[in-house]
């Protein structure tokens, strides 16, 4: 068994990346940057599920944050430039 | 107003917030403590009465599982929307793509990307297959492997090219395979209806005992359909996209 004191420590980590996470995702300008940089602070956010013992969530969390809705959003802009040019 | 006034303006309605926010923080049950019933009651009855070990999939299709039909056809409305809204209209064509920056050199898709995509694409699906398939025993369920199996046809698409990609997921089988996922469920709640059981009531055997692959009666079967709708769904979300992008107004 992982002690208390270091499951506090890894949950107050994971916390603080997450926030730092979404700052970058929010002060990238560049659309495409933008979208690795939220593919990121999914897995982030599935990690910090994983830490706070919600398994099934940290699954949705990846299946959902990291891949998929990087992938709309990257065909999404994909289609916008076209129109653009 | 000028900046100055609108600065202290900010400044009181932010230190009222965060005097709010502080107040009612403190009448927070303690980090980690959960104080209601409902999560002790269920740890201690699941598994014995449904024969799931994975107990997050017994309350998401046995103990709440109206609420799961319904979120269910949140997505198959998601899809059955993004359809009519993406459909072909009467003055759009299908063109080649034309270059418009000549002197522009399009990196193509190095072979690495391709043998990679390529190599993934077996362990994906065989991953959201299992995940599932395997919602009685774990922390998985169809949801999740769904749009893991999903993701395996968007690397064949990574692979290879739209074309395949397209002839590996016709709309017409997709559309087919959503919907019997989805209705998969409904008719395993209303079975029961018809045995004279509350919608959705759990009619099949459980199996001899819990943690079995073929135990949990029909929590099993729903994540299986539920795989298949979410599977289906996600892959007609992406294709829809991806043919938009190919889409041009004419």
Known sequence: MISAGLMNTLQVTVLVLVAAGATVVVRTRSRIRQVLALSVYGMLLAILFLVFQAPDVTLSELTVGAIALPIILLLAIAKVRKREQ | ?250
């Not at chain 2, 009181?12 to 927070?28: D, E, K, R, S, Y």
């Not at chain 2, 209601?36 to 299709?61: C, D, K, M, W």
């Not at chain 2, 046995?62 to 269910?72: K, L, P």
């Not at chain 2, 005992?209 to 979300?237: C, K, M, Q, R």
Request: hydrophobic share 50%.
């Open chain 2, 1 to 250: 107003m000028t900046a100055r006034q609108r600065l202290w303006f900010f400044a009181i309605a932010a230190a009222g917030l965060v005097a709010c926010l502080l107040w009612a923080f403190t009448g927070l049950p303690g980090f980690g403590n959960y104080p209601g019933p409902y999560g002790q009651e269920i740890l201690r009855q699941a598994v014995a009465q449904t024969h799931a070990t994975g107990v997050v999939s017994a309350i998401n299709f046995e103990y709440r599982g109206f609420d799961t039909v319904g979120e269910e056809f949140i997505l198959f409305t998601a899809a059955a929307g993004m359809s009519v809204v993406l459909r072909r209209l009467r003055k759009e064509r299908q063109t080649e793509p034309v270059d418009e920056a000549k002197t522009r050199t399009i990196p193509a898709t190095s072979s690495a990307v391709r043998i990679a995509a390529l190599l993934l694409v077996g362990p994906t699906a065989v991953l959201g297959w299992w995940l599932a398939s395997h919602a009685q025993t774990s922390p998985s369920g169809g949801f999740q492997g769904g749009v893991i199996l999903a993701s395996a046809f968007i690397l064949i698409y990574l692979a290879g090219e739209f074309l395949t990609f397209r002839r590996l997921s016709p709309v017409a089988l997709l559309d087919a395979v959503e919907a019997a996922g989805a209705g998969g469920f409904v008719a395993i709640g209303l079975a029961a209806i018809a045995m004279n059981l509350p919608f959705l009531d759990n009619y099949l055997p459980l199996g001899q005992y819990p943690g079995a692959i073929s135990s949990s009666g029909t929590i099993a079967l729903i994540s299986f359909f539920v795989g298949i709708e979410v599977a289906a769904a996600f892959t007609a979300i992406i294709g829809e996209l991806l043919e938009q992008t190919l889409l041009r107004s004419a």
